[in-house]
């Protein structure tokens, strides 16, 4: 199936919850934040898979959930959300394994973690997914036993 684009008062709606959540952000609203980009989320029309504009609008909120642990109970949610929009195209999937690793990490579960990250490495031909991103994921992913001795 071809990829739908979102009509243009949708995409105007989630244009203007966005740049909320961004103002909301920047005054240290957090929830108010998060809260906005869920609802841009929830205006892609159902089923979500069929739009383009899925897969980023699902990884804004993620990304959101791993950067300010806020609703990190919902992390594992909004891995098979993001995964489901993926499979459907087919596409993604050294993505997808790289969030599955960071919320396995922030979860504390380090075995999932680090197999997430050995498949993403393997799929993405070593360590570009890692850039720009904090450095302890790339420390955990060189030294996993440091941080499973930690918490143990």
Known sequence: MAVQQLPESIA????KLMEE??????????RR????LVDAF?????PKCDYGESFKHCSYVLDFILDEPYH???TTIWVERLRE????????KGQIDFFEGKASFRLGRFAEAKAAFDRCVDFGKGMRYFEDEP????????NPEWYEAENQ
């Not at 105007?12 to 244009?15: D, K, L, N, S, W």
């Not at 959540?21 to 957090?30: F, P």
């Open 42 to 46: 929830n205006l892609i029309p159902d």
């Open 12 to 15: 105007a709606a989630i244009e």
């Open 135 to 142: 450095p302890e994921y790339a420390n955990f992913f060189r």
């Open 21 to 30: 959540s961004e103002i909301a952000y920047d005054q240290g609203n957090v």
């Open 85 to 92: 929009i993926a499979d459907h195209h087919g596409t993604w």
């Open 33 to 36: 934040s998060f809260d906005r």
């Open 72 to 74: 990190l109970d919902q």
